[in-house]
């Protein structure tokens, strides 16, 4: 400070301080604008030309679906469930005794879906126990094998076959215990002994039909027909059988949640509680751990690069025989299981709203660390204007000394004044640094308006938060009796989670009984199926057509059904699976969506 300054000076320069923090609050407040900038980016027209060019890209693409539809069902899908079609007629007709049609059948079925290997095996089968093509069966047959080397059936096939093979060429026999007929596949050329006539070849494994699970989209415009890998029903001779058989195959990445989800709903929905292992299922554990533990290849590779292919590999896991009456429910929940796992293909307008989604995260993002940045800004500035309003104290204190001539006017202080004076300044801010000045800077994180801007955030309790939804849903709940069973069911749910959580999941099953039971009576659907009661499948599909529900509860109901399933059989599969405290708790959150959903939706 200048000692010569004048009284006259002083003033002049505190007004000049009092019209700088004048002008900042004016402009901070909107009062009068800030000045613009010669040049300046216009970001929010940016935004809308993006926002609009994608709306247009979204519209032309769906302008062309229609089309692409119509196309795909002409060309792949239409000629598979033809092709579906004849393979039941032909087989139908070859238990008939009339071969020659049932021939004609399964060639025109391999015609119309010449991808699908299943229908390739059917046709050279029955080929070989005909007689009427040895050779073209046998072609058919290496072709089936050769499509996946993992499936139970190829591996039968390479020992009835007596397969071997030296680079290109296979070798091998055949032998009906009369004539043992020897062979050489060099490319598409067979080469044999010469065949007897009348020669005919029997083995055992029995022909099977392809079953769509209608998943695949049809409205884009790479087609790869995956919907019939997965699910095969065995074709049988005895008509008088109350049984479906079906061969299951998966992707061996696949192998942990369908052990873990599904394969206690096979052994539920199984006729005698019995599903043959077609592959190891030790072998693929272990191939799983192998995985899980793995730390590096070769070439320092990710383990989604090294295993890849193998995870991708289709292998037969299990052969299930489920009861006529239980077809639709095993098919349904199959369905699901693929959708989550072997087929998981989106619609576009699921994956605009990821994509939708995203973005809005992104922009979230970006307002927050905008937000953050502003307020450490606006902080700076805070503190820039705390240090004035202590000049501004300083100079009238010596602006006072002087004019009431007090010794020493630069050195001597004077408290009382130098605080009315600060606050008179600070005055002037106004409201503008009310966000940022109680806490200023604590432990090294900035602090606005007593919120602590860090990264942990501190989340009740599941079980905390839980039992609050659930006291404010039963407060919902206007039948006695519906109130009183789902207490029941909650506190067996609540009481068994912390000790053995996979034993909650079988309350947790009957809460979804006892709302479906109650939702169908409320909408007049009949509980029982003649003398029997209705399975909780077809109460489900039963409401579903009379009041459609949205698919996030479709599926956490189907969530909640297969876990079930798992808890009833936790014992045989513990081998290869837990059921821990913090997956029921997911469980237990999804529950109570479809509980609330349902009290509201049918009036409970």
């Known amino acids: 400070m200048n000692r010569n300054w004048s009284i006259q000076e002083l003033k002049g320069y505190l007004h000049n301080m009092e019209e700088s923090a004048m002008q900042f609050y004016k402009v901070k407040k909107g009062i009068i604008e800030r000045p613009k900038p010669k040049f300046r980016l216009d970001f929010d027209g940016i935004k809308e030309d993006k926002e609009q060019k994608k709306k247009d890209e979204r519209r032309k693409r769906d302008e062309l679906k229609p089309a692409l539809i119509q196309q795909n069902e002409l060309y792949y899908f239409g000629p598979a469930k033809v092709a579906i079609d004849l393979t039941r007629e032909g087989l139908n007709a070859y238990k008939a005794g009339d071969v020659n049609d049932a021939i004609a059948k399964l060639e025109q079925a391999v015609e119309n879906f010449s991808g699908n290997p299943d229908l390739s095996f059917n046709l050279g089968k029955m080929y070989l126990e005909s007689g009427m093509d040895v050779a073209g069966g046998l072609l058919h047959l290496i072709e089936y094998l050769l499509s996946n080397t993992n499936e139970y059936y190829s591996k039968e096939l390479s020992k009835i076959l007596h397969l071997t093979r030296s680079k290109k060429l296979w070798k091998g026999y055949i032998d009906n215990e009369e004539y043992e007929i020897h062979f ?71 192998f942990t949640p369908f052990v873990k989800e599904f394969y206690g709903t096979l052994l539920e929905l199984s006729y005698d509680d019995e599903v043959p292992e077609l592959t190891s299922f030790k072998d693929l554990h272990i191939e799983q751990l192998e995985q899980e533990h793995y730390y590096e ?64 995260r992104q922009q979230e993002e970006y307002d927050s660390l905008g937000r953050f940045e502003m307020e ?43 605080k009315e004076k600060q606050e008179m300044y600070m005055a002037i801010w106004g409201d503008v640094f009310d966000a940022v000045k109680p806490q200023g800077i604590a432990n090294g994180a900035i602090t606005f308006g007593g919120e602590k801007k860090n990264e942990v955030q501190v989340v009740k309790k599941l079980d905390d ?140």
Request: hydrophobic share 35%; proline share 3%; charged share 30%.
């Open 297 to 360: 290849g070769q070439f320092n590779e990710p383990k989604e690069v090294a295993f890849d292919n193998l995870n991708n590999q289709l292998v037969s896991v299990s052969l299930v025989e489920i009861h006529k009456e239980n077809r639709d429910e095993f098919l349904d929940l199959f369905t699901g299981f693929a959708k989550k796992y072997l087929i998981n293909e989106k619609s576009d307008e699921e994956l605009d709203q990821e994509e939708d989604e995203w973005e809005y």
């Open 184 to 254: 050489e596949i060099d490319d598409d050329m067979v080469h044999f002994d010469e065949i007897p006539k009348d020669f005919t070849f029997q083995f055992y494994l029995p022909y099977k039909v392809p079953v769509s699970l209608d998943l695949e989209r049809k409205d884009k415009e790479k087609i790869e027909m995956v919907d019939y890998q997965f699910l095969k029903e065995i074709f049988t001779i005895d008509e008088s059988l109350q049984t479906n058989l079906f061969e299951i195959t998966i992707n061996k990445g696949s």
């Open 465 to 604: 938060s839980s039992e609050e939804k659930l006291h404010e849903i039963l407060g919902q709940v206007r039948s006695e009796k519906v109130k009183k069973l789902l207490t029941a069911h909650f506190n067996d749910i609540f009481d068994t989670l912390e000790d053995k959580a996979h034993l909650s999941m079988v309350p947790m099953r009957l809460t979804l009984e006892v709302i479906l039971q109650e939702s169908s009576l409320k909408i007049g659907i009949n509980l029982l199926n003649g003398d029997r009661r209705k399975t909780l499948h077809h109460l489900i599909e039963e409401t579903k057509k009379k009041r459609r529900y949205p698919k996030k509860i479709n599926d956490q109901m189907y969530n909640i059904r297969t876990m079930a399933n798992s808890s009833l059989h936790y014992d045989a599969l513990e081998e290869y699976i837990s059921i821990n405290e913090v997956e029921v708790k997911e469980l237990l959150s999804q529950l109570l969506n479809i509980v609330e959903y349902f009290v509201k939706r049918f009036g409970l």
């Open 376 to 418: 450490s800004f606006l902080y700076e500035e805070y503190q820039s204007f705390v240090g004035n309003s202590q000049l501004y104290g300083d100079v009238s204190v010596i602006l006072y000394n002087l004019e009431n001539n007090v010794p020493d006017p630069y050195e001597t202080k004077n408290e009382l004044v130098f």
